[in-house]
């Protein structure tokens, strides 16, 4: 009977101390070497910062530190996380140095702040690499959460001076002289504050006017004629860039040019140049150079062009006028001596249309004879280039090519600009030009067609 109480005892002591006792589990020894060094990093950044609340401490220097800023920013795929995973760097001495080792992505103390001392090399790379193999991990378990690309953050443009517009500060002073009394200060209507934001448009503009002139005595040995030219022109840019994503250019160039006429009795003078054309282009970025750009020309003249010795008119006002829209590929480069664009537009479009009856040769514009519009579709291929060859030297061009898969039209403008100095310069204008759809006649037997100019003048760039 004894015994039997005796084990009773014995059991009713173990059922109650049973629940007193804690369950232990044993926790991942990498999981907790990461909390923990996340604890003393957060800790280390607080130490630090706690010394700007002491007033009477010179001001610690802020130190940027980023080698953790992969795994705070926006998720993105970095090429080094794989590269990592793939590397054939194993072998059985770095195992056994290694084997029940735990490493944290941050080595320090609780209470140390080394984050802000002298770099080390060796801590750098081996916080990189349990970066990259976290983001690894990352990158398998949340695919669907990877926005970004390496490649695109590469290609981020930083901001200048130029696209910064600072608001001036206004100055407050106090006259020493009055005397001293509490003042209230209104912290929201008192306070200098400096606001700083992107302008991303950038103008420019050239206008130039010029002047040739060649006389020739009556008496001349080999005949001809004297004869003055004046040539004027205006060129207004206004282009918005975020350095980021997207690009909007618009150009307005204007040109008009008049020349003496001896030999026509009808006409005093004719114009060696007449042109009005305004360019949109607006591209989104694809990679790298390469932008996604639907762009857009329209172009005419001012004045009627007339035959010589007759009334006979060959051009007017919107007679042509010409508009191009085209959808394609933009490659781009921007560097210190030139700037390059080439825009391939599989899908181009090209309206002429002639507003004036009483133009001689509608065909010469690629319009039928009786009708006033021509709609032409196929692909252009369209190359800018501005090239400083020297300071006094500039080289302007533009290559079009335009073709319906049954004729063709190809026209090529260059300008060299002889700088003398801020306000005088030396013009010489080519413009070549092609177009099979012409109909030849006795007059024109050539598809190929020819402009040339010299001129100098004043010539001004802002």
């Keep these: 009977m004894k015994r039997k109480l005796t084990l009773f005892i014995v059991l009713a002591l173990i059922c109650i101390a049973m629940p007193a006792q804690k369950i232990s589990k044993k926790e991942n020894p990498v999981v907790t070497a990461f909390s923990d060094s996340l604890t003393n990093l957060k800790a280390a950044y607080y130490a630090y910062f706690r010394m700007w609340d002491n007033l009477d401490a010179p001001a610690p220097r802020v130190r940027p530190d980023a080698d953790y800023y992969k795994l705070f920013v926006t998720p993105t795929y970095y090429e080094a996380p794989v590269a990592q995973a793939f590397e054939l760097n194993w072998s059985p001495e770095e195992y056994d140095k290694t084997r029940g080792k735990v490493d944290t992505i941050f080595f320090a103390k609780r209470d140390s702040i080394t984050l802000f001392s002298v770099p080390n090399i060796e801590k750098k790379a081996k916080v990189d690499r349990w970066v990259n193999k976290i983001l690894l991990n990352y990158y398998m378990k949340h695919p669907d959460r990877v926005t970004g690309n390496e490649l695109y953050l590469a290609d981020l443009k930083v901001l200048d001076d130029t696209k910064f517009v600072k608001k001036p500060r206004k100055e407050h002073i106090i006259s020493l002289l009055e005397p001293e009394t509490p003042v209230k200060q209104n912290v929201e209507r008192d306070a200098d504050l400096v606001v700083v934001r992107p302008n991303f448009w950038t103008h420019k503009g050239n206008g130039y006017l010029q002047f040739t002139q060649h006389y020739i005595s009556d008496n001349w040995y080999k005949g001809g004629e004297s004869t003055n030219a004046l040539l004027s022109g205006l060129v207004l840019e206004a282009n918005f860039d975020d350095r980021q994503r997207l690009e909007f250019e618009n150009k307005l160039e204007m040109k008009l040019g008049f020349v003496t006429a001896p030999s026509d009795t009808v006409h005093k003078y004719k114009t060696n140049a007449d042109l009005f054309r305004l360019n949109s282009k607006l591209g989104v970025k694809a990679f790298k150079n390469w932008y996604y750009t639907l762009a857009a020309e329209f172009k005419t003249q001012f004045f009627g062009n007339y035959k010589t010795n007759t009334n006979d008119m060959i051009s007017n006002f919107l007679s042509p006028a ?124 050539s598809y190929f067609q020819l402009q040339e100019m010299l001129t100098f003048g004043l010539n001004y760039t802002w």
């Design 322 to 445: 010409q508009l191009d829209v085209t959808v394609g590929m933009d490659f781009k480069q921007n560097k210190k001596n030139y700037s390059l664009s080439l825009l391939t537009s599989p899908l181009a479009y090209t309206l002429m249309y002639i507003s004036n009856d009483r133009i001689e040769n509608p065909a010469a514009f690629n319009v039928e004879p009786g009708h006033r519009a021509a709609n032409l579709f196929g692909s252009k291929f369209t190359g800018n280039l501005n090239w400083k060859i020297i300071p006094s030297i500039v080289w302007e061009s533009k290559l079009e090519y335009f073709t319906t898969y049954e004729k063709v039209i190809a026209s090529w403008e260059n300008t060299f600009n002889f700088v003398l100095n801020r306000y005088l310069s030396t013009k010489i204008f080519v413009h070549a030009r092609y177009d099979d759809g012409v109909t030849l006649t006795e007059d024109n037997r």
